[in-house]
C-alpha cells in the first residue's frame, strides 16, 4: 500500500513562505508521478503542480507559477511545495497524489490520473 502523509500547513502572514513535504510509504516514489492539488472552501479540487518520475519534468498552475516550486527527493521518498509570496487566495487543504507510471516524463494534469491521495494539510494566509 502506498501511504501519503503530508506535513508543513499552517497559518502564515500574506508575503510568507512556506514549504510543504509529502513524505512517501510503502513504495519508491521513483515509479510515480507525484503532484499537489488543493481545495479551498466551497470550491473543486484543483492542480496545483506536478512533477514526473523522473524530476525532469515539471507543471505549476498559471496562479502559481514564479511563486510556487515543486521538487522530489527519490532517496528520502520525499515530494516538496516551495511556496513564497503567500497570499489569501492561496488558502486551501494542499493535498499530495501519485500516479504510478512507467514514463520518466509523464505528468497527470487531473485529479482522476491520480491513484493514491494523503489526507492534506492546512495552509492559511492572513491578510
Known amino acids: 500500500q502506498v501511504q501519503l502523509i503530508e506535513s508543513g500547513g499552517e497559518l502564515v502572514q500574506a508575503g510568507g513562505s512556506l514549504r510543504l513535504s509529502c513524505a512517501v510509504s510503502g513504495r519508491t516514489i521513483s515509479a510515480y508521478n507525484m503532484a499537489w492539488f488543493r481545495q479551498a472552501p466551497g470550491k473543486e479540487r484543483d492542480l496545483v503542480a506536478a512533477?514526473?518520475?523522473?524530476?525532469?519534468?515539471?507543471y505549476l498552475a498559471d496562479s502559481v507559477k514564479e511563486r510556487f516550486t515543486i521538487s522530489r527527493d527519490n532517496v528520502k521518498n520525499t515530494v516538496y511545495l516551495r511556496m513564497t509570496i503567500l497570499q489569501p487566495e492561496d488558502t486551501a487543504v494542499y493535498y499530495c497524489?501519485?500516479?504510478?507510471?512507467?514514463?520518466?516524463?509523464?505528468?497527470?494534469?487531473?485529479?482522476?490520473?491520480?491513484?493514491?491521495w494523503g489526507q492534506g494539510t492546512q495552509v492559511t494566509v492572513s491578510a
Open positions: 512533477i514526473s518520475r523522473s524530476g525532469s519534468s515539471t
Open positions: 497524489a501519485a500516479r504510478f507510471t512507467i514514463s520518466s516524463d509523464y505528468i497527470g494534469k487531473d485529479r482522476d490520473d491520480y491513484a493514491y
